[in-house]
């Protein structure tokens, strides 16, 4: 048993506490430091198994999960990204200009294209129909040299 291990268990038996706490229990079967609440600065291990963990920040390269629920997810803090929260998704350029964004429009959603921020076009969908739109003039182009519209 490493100096490590031998003083926690030595914190936990002889002064029946262990990382702050008044009181903890060793499981005789795998020798593993049963405690409802534990508060420490640092915890090495190389697997946690809790029910909720609270802090102000987790770092770390992967997180694998069903659900995550919170205010804001980003790829990164700043510059080319994508964020998503309640209102919707969007996509920034590099220079950290709205480029895209995907949310709620009235009763619809709504899908709007940026230039740096500025609006330059839109699509939706509500109560009143299939809407698109734009800031200027509408260019549709072909590649295969035929353009159809019919409705």
Known sequence: MDQCR????YDCIVQGRYAGQRSCQINQTT????????NASDIGASTVN???????????NEIEGGIITG???RTVKEGCRIEINS?????????????????????GAALLFMDNGSPRG???????????GSMASIIIRSVD???YFQG
């Open 145 to 147: 040299d035929a353009t």
């Open 31 to 38: 020798g593993q430091i049963d405690n409802s609440e534990m």
């Open 6 to 9: 031998q003083r926690r268990l």
């Open 71 to 73: 205010a804001l997810f």
């Open 122 to 132: 839109s699509v939706y969908g509500d109560s009143e129909g299939f809407h698109l």
């Open 87 to 107: 209102t919707g998704l969007t996509a920034y350029n590099s220079r950290g200009g709205e480029s895209i964004s995907l949310g709620q429009y009235n009763d």
């Open 50 to 60: 809790v029910s909720t963990i609270r802090g102000s920040k987790l770092i770390g």
